[in-house]
């Protein structure tokens, strides 16, 4: 949501100072411009990136504008129903579990985790996880290597989404000097049609440099940028799993393993003590 708050913010800024400058704003609708500029960027993309990453970075847009960020009451609600399914485990054996892990949806505890639930990435992570657990034998490091060779398994695929993605953006002022140029070669043919005439393609011209500009530091760089962000959040998360999980591993209770979690949540999300010790005893502050 805040990215198309943001892309309408930076459009009312350019097109309301070009207003308020004096400019018309029928000058900057150049057509040729914006596909010379836009099929170029498409095609370099293409070149680029193989069929597997195109799908991901199409796949990544919505993600952008639902904001897949992880709230303080999303870690709450997570580290509760961690530590709901191991005071079962430690009550009743680990094999009491296999069935909240095998079928998440159906679970009395899991299920109440809506945002868990809702993420295939962070559901299958954990349950898959737990499943060596409970088919034993493996030892707490080794868990813990496993664990991190998926994360790092993740954020290396993930990579050259955000990376193409900024690629493609630092080219555009560059592709949009190419527009301009293509621009000015009309320009100069047409030399002898007079100043006026002359005058509206040299602008369309200076219109390509201007929407290369734009389109690389005012969108395309950002999209970039913020997706490298909900990428690293979507990891963070993935380390709070891992700490719960290898804690409990070594033989901590769960209030323990939960506690260990919560160490690894940024600071700006991250429950006190207090209010993870309060919402899992269904207290209120």
Request: net charge negative.
């Amino acid at each position: 949501m805040f990215v198309i708050v943001g892309a309408v913010v930076v459009t009312l800024s350019v097109i309301g100072g070009f207003l308020l400058a004096g400019g018309n704003l029928i000058v900057l609708l150049q057509w040729a411009e914006f596909v010379t500029i836009g099929g170029a960027a498409l095609g370099s993309l293409i070149i680029s990136a193989p069929l597997p990453v195109l799908k991901k970075i199409i796949a990544a847009i919505p993600a952008l504008i639902k904001s897949e960020s992880f709230t303080k009451q999303d870690y709450l609600e997570l580290l509760k129903s961690f530590n709901d399914l191991f005071l079962v485990a430690q009550r009743d054996g680990l094999l009491a579990i296999e069935r909240h892990v095998e079928k998440p949806e159906e679970s009395e505890i899991l299920s109440q985790n809506k945002k868990f639930i809702d993420s295939e990435l962070a559901k299958t992570f954990f349950c898959d996880t737990m499943k060596v657990m409970l088919s034993g034998g493996i030892p707490p490091h080794e868990l813990e290597e496993l664990i991190d060779t998926e994360i790092e398994t993740f954020e290396l695929e993930q990579k050259p989404v955000s990376a193409l993605i900024s690629k493609v953006g630092d080219s555009l002022p560059g592709l949009g000097i190419v527009a301009a140029v293509l621009g000015i070669i009309v320009t100069m043919s047409s030399i002898d049609k007079g100043a006026a005439y002359v005058g509206m393609h040299v602008a369309a011209a200076l219109v390509g440099t201007f929407l290369g500009v734009l389109m690389s530091y005012g969108y395309v760089n950002p999209i970039a940028t913020n997706l490298e962000i909900v990428n690293e959040s979507k990891a963070r998360y993935l380390h709070t799993i891992k700490a719960c999980i290898v804690a409990y591993s070594k033989g901590n209770p769960p209030i323990i393993a939960v506690e260990f979690a919560r160490r690894t949540i940024f600071s700006d999300v991250r429950p006190t003590f207090s209010e993870l010790e309060n919402f899992v005893r269904g207290k209120k502050e």
